[in-house]
C-alpha cells in the first residue's frame, strides 16, 4: 500500500514563528500535494508539485512556500505562522489524479497561538 | 462558489436506514472520486467513476455516475455506526489534472 507520512499530529506554534510541515512518499508518485481544511471551506489547494524541484501554486498560497528537493518528500512551509493560518494540514500524493485517485496522510492540526 | 456542491451537508440516521448523498456540479468531469474521512485522519478513496452512467458497488455503497458527467450519488444500505464519517465526492474537470472537491457531508449512524 502507498503510504503517506506527515512528520507530526499535532503542532502548537507562536505568531510569527517559521514553520515547517513535513511529507514522505514511499511509492515514487511524481504528484504531490498540500491541503489545509477547514470546517465549511473543505479541502483548498495551497500548493502541488509534479516534479522534484517543481511547484506549482494552488487556490490559497498566500503566506505559504513549499521545497521538493527530492521525489519522496514535500514540505510546507509557513514563513511567518498568523493565527488564521490555524488548520488541518493535509498531504498528498497520487500516480493520475484522473485514474488512481489521492493517498492522504493523516494530517496535521497545527494551532497558531 | 464551490465547483462540487455537496447535499446534505449533514445527515443524522439510524443503524439499519438507507440514505442516500448527492454531488452535484455544473461542469463536466473526466473523473469522479468519492473519499471517506474519519475523525483525525486522511480521506481515504473509496471509488473512482470515469464513464457517464457507471454504477460501482462496493458491499453496501453503490455509486452511480450521471450521464452527462456532471453529478453522482453514493447510496448507503443498511446503515451501520461503523459508516460513519465525512464523505467527499471529488472530480477533474474535463482538460483538467488536478482534483477538486466538494464540501464533504458528515453522517453519523446511531446504533
Known amino acids: 500500500d502507498v503510504k503517506v507520512t506527515q512528520s507530526s499530529r499535532y503542532l502548537v506554534k507562536r505568531t510569527g514563528e517559521k514553520v515547517f510541515l513535513e511529507c514522505v512518499q514511499d511509492m515514487d508518485h511524481e504528484n504531490m500535494f498540500w491541503y489545509r481544511q477547514d470546517p465549511g471551506l473543505g479541502l483548498r489547494l495551497i500548493y502541488f508539485s509534479y516534479d522534484v524541484k517543481m511547484k506549482e501554486k494552488g487556490d490559497i498560497p498566500e503566506g505559504y512556500s513549499v521545497s521538493r528537493e527530492k521525489k519522496e518528500r514535500f514540505s510546507l512551509i509557513l514563513e511567518s505562522a498568523s493565527t488564521n493560518q490555524t488548520s488541518m494540514y493535509l498531504c498528498a500524493s497520487s500516480l493520475s489524479a484522473w485514474t488512481r485517485g489521492y493517498t492522504f496522510g493523516s494530517g496535521t492540526r497545527l494551532t497558531v497561538v | 462558489t464551490q465547483l462540487l456542491e455537496q447535499s446534505p451537508q449533514f445527515l443524522s440516521i439510524q443503524e439499519g436506514e438507507n440514505l442516500t448523498v448527492y454531488c452535484n456540479s455544473s461542469?463536466?468531469?473526466?473523473?469522479l472520486q468519492w473519499y471517506r474521512q474519519e475523525p483525525g485522519e486522511g480521506p481515504v478513496l473509496l471509488v473512482t467513476?470515469?464513464?457517464?452512467?457507471e454504477v460501482k458497488k462496493l458491499k453496501r455503497l453503490t455509486f452511480q455516475f450521471g450521464d452527462a458527467r456532471k453529478d453522482s450519488s453514493l447510496h448507503i444500505t443498511a446503515a451501520q455506526p461503523g459508516d460513519t464519517g465525512l464523505y467527499l465526492c471529488a472530480g477533474v474537470p474535463a482538460g483538467a489534472n488536478n482534483l477538486f472537491f466538494g464540501t464533504g457531508t458528515r453522517l453519523t449512524v446511531i446504533p
Open positions: 467513476v470515469v464513464t457517464g452512467g
Open positions: 461542469s463536466v468531469f473526466s473523473s
